[in-house]
Structure formats: structure tokens, C-alpha cells
């Protein structure tokens, strides 16, 4: 069993930066790969970034490469989400979760957080 906690989330104007984080406890994280997702109102759950669980391996969703850096810090038992360049379409709750693949699937997790507030003003 794996519990998540995001933190981190805003307001925050177009241009701006934010740097979210969830902390894990429970099982080792390390053993873990983890994800990004969001969600905006109205519409589905889509993937933001993964990391692999020794953080050798990233990805990303198209709309958000350049401007997003998904990192881990295993021993603080902690993943990050960099934000930066935000736009308004960036609006969302934005979950974090723990699995056993990095991908852009949410069948690959089987943890998740509650979710973050992000908002971007225009």
C-alpha cells in the first residue's frame, strides 16, 4: 500500500511557474514508477508526465514538453512536477500516482493521490 499527498498547487498568472510535489509513505517508493495526471472540468483524466523508478526514463504529453520536468527524490521518499510557461489550458486538478510501468496509461497506477488545485489566470 502506497499513500500519496500532492502539494503545491495555485493560482497563478499565464507565464507564471509552480512546482508541485506528492509525498509518498507507505511501501518503497523507489520500487515505484509514477505519473502526472490532470484533470479540468468537464472533460477526462489525461496524462501529463511519468518517470521511471530510478528516474532514468521520462515522458510527456505533447502540450506540455518544454515547459514541464517531472523529477523524483527517492530518499525524500518524493515526486516533483515543474511547471513553467503556464497557460490557462493548464487549469486542472492534477493527481499524482504510483505503479508498477511508466506510461501514459492510468491502468499502469495503482495508487493515487487526491489531487492539487492549478489555476492559470489569462
Known amino acids: 500500500q502506497v499513500s500519496l499527498v500532492e502539494s503545491g498547487g495555485g493560482l497563478v498568472q499565464a507565464g507564471g511557474s509552480l512546482r508541485l510535489s506528492c509525498a509518498a509513505s507507505g511501501r518503497t517508493f523507489s520500487s515505484y514508477a509514477m505519473g502526472w495526471f490532470r484533470q479540468a472540468p468537464g472533460k477526462e483524466r489525461e496524462f501529463v508526465a511519468a518517470?521511471?523508478?530510478?528516474?532514468?526514463?521520462?515522458y510527456y504529453t505533447d502540450s506540455v514538453k518544454g515547459r514541464f520536468t517531472i523529477s523524483r527524490h527517492n530518499a525524500k521518499n518524493t515526486l516533483y512536477l515543474q511547471m513553467n510557461s503556464l497557460k490557462p489550458e493548464d487549469t486542472a486538478v492534477y493527481y499524482c500516482a504510483a505503479g508498477g510501468r511508466a506510461g501514459s496509461w492510468p491502468d499502469n497506477y495503482d495508487y493515487w493521490g487526491q489531487g492539487t488545485q492549478v489555476t492559470v489566470s489569462s
Open positions: 518517470i521511471s523508478w530510478s528516474g532514468g526514463s521520462t
